[in-house]
């Protein structure tokens, strides 16, 4: 999802779980929880994750995955890990408790879609339960529920505003909302998700045991591929733009937009998957602000309409179809270009080229073709 950082804070002992170990450590399902913590995060398109640990646990984090060390409270471990970003900051973040591993993609989408109108987002569930007082381990008198929710992460908010709320906290919140709201911050409540549980007790553990594996029996895995095939005439120019990368060459490709022939045949590949049509539907030529548009705005909002469905595009191949430029010196700077589009791993894209053996309008130099083919999964 591009532009927007994950925060997994899992710097606590947990000791209330039992099990010997720290509960983000222990095995659940056939791997640990903070595995499927993280596996949840990539379904649903984070790229950018950071692991707030503490510090006699930073060995033990999984391969590949940045880590930064918790301090003595979780306030003090999530401003750690915001100081962290801040020197490249994202447009959003997510900051979520390690020990709630199963998290969904689409509630994940429901909050970052929620950014867009207030600062900061958050699930909650409302209550409803009779809510009582206690006092001596007997009824000591009712609570009105009216209003109340329980609140889940991941907690949602433009980077910006929450690091400035932190930086100017004294200390003391419940969580990140209560900091936000400290600084004067409004936090949408987004629905949440009863199977977002928090591992606290020993008993949690069966139960996150017994969701895995109803979603592993009783779902049926939703795989979609789509194709998408583009072709730009050439024009007069000194350069190509081909996969967001600017290539030097003696033509340009004519087009209403960049003309950037592979990110338009990835961008019809991702909507065939998500049966949503091709460019021309969402960004009709007819329109004029989209006249001279660069394509990643295309690309992006494919990307986030599959991730808003709850899709993970798990793997995309680009093939170009020229004889000249030649691709191979550019394709990693094309698959980098790509991936950070749609926020995801760089390894799950592949950008190749191909010639036309002098054969047919590639063949003859009068322009370029591209072949796309996309795979999202719904997690």
């Known amino acids: 999802m591009e532009d927007c950082a994950a925060l997994i804070v899992a710097a606590g002992r947990g000791s209330r779980a039992g099990g010997g170990l720290p509960k983000q450590w222990r095995p659940l399902a056939g791997a640990r929880v903070i595995d499927h913590t993280l596996a949840a995060f990539r379904a649903a398109g984070i790229s950018r994750v ?9 060995a033990l984090s999984p391969p590949g995955v940045a880590v930064v060390a918790g301090g003595a409270t979780r306030e003090a471990s999530v401003r750690a890990g915001l100081e962290a970003l801040a020197g490249d900051p994202p447009r959003f973040v997510l900051i979520h408790d390690g020990a709630r591993p199963l998290v969904s993609p689409a509630l994940i989408a429901r909050l970052v879609a ?20 206690g006092a ?15 609140a889940q992460t991941p907690q949602a908010f433009r980077f910006a505003d929450i690091l400035a709320a932190h930086r100017a906290h004294k200390g003391g919140a419940a969580d990140d909302v ?17 199977d977002n549980i928090k591992l606290t007790w020993p008993g949690d553990f069966a139960r996150a045991e017994a969701l895995i594996a109803a979603r592993g029996a009783g779902a049926m895995i939703d795989i979609r591929t789509g194709n998408g095939f583009d072709v730009h005439a050439f024009t007069e120019g000194d350069h190509v733009v081909l996969c967001g990368v600017k290539v030097s060459h003696g033509r340009a490709l004519l087009g209403h937009s960049d ?41 992006a909002h494919a990307a986030e309409l599959a991730r808003a469905r709850g899709f993970a595009i798990t793997h995309c191949d680009v093939t170009l179809i020229c004889e000249r430029p030649k691709i191979g010196p550019h394709a990693d700077a094309m698959r980098a270009a790509l991936a950070a589009i749609m926020g995801v791993d760089a390894g799950r894209v592949s950008v190749k080229a191909t010639t ?24």
Not at 50 to 58: I, Y
Request: zero cysteines; proline letters at 6%; glycine letters at 12%.
């Open 114 to 133: 929620a950014l867009a109108e207030a600062p900061g987002a958050a699930p909650a569930l409302a209550v409803t339960d009779a809510l009582w007082r």
């Open 356 to 379: 036309s053996e002098r054969l047919g309008f590639t063949g003859r130099e009068e322009g370029i073709a591209a072949i796309a083919t996309a795979t999202l999964v719904k997690a």
């Open 259 to 299: 003309a950037d022939v592979g990110m338009h045949a990835l961008t019809d590949a991702i909507y065939g998957a998500l049966a949503e049509g091709d460019i021309g539907r969402h960004f009709p030529p007819s329109d004029p602000q989209w006249k001279g548009a660069e394509s990643r705005v295309f690309l």
């Open 136 to 150: 001596g381990g007997r009824v000591a008198g009712m609570q009105d529920r009216e209003g109340l929710w329980r």
């Open 178 to 194: 209560a900091v936000a709201r400290a600084a004067g911050l409004d936090v949408a409540i987004v629905p949440g998700d009863e």
């Open 50 to 58: 950071l692991l707030v640990l503490h510090p006699e646990d930073t």
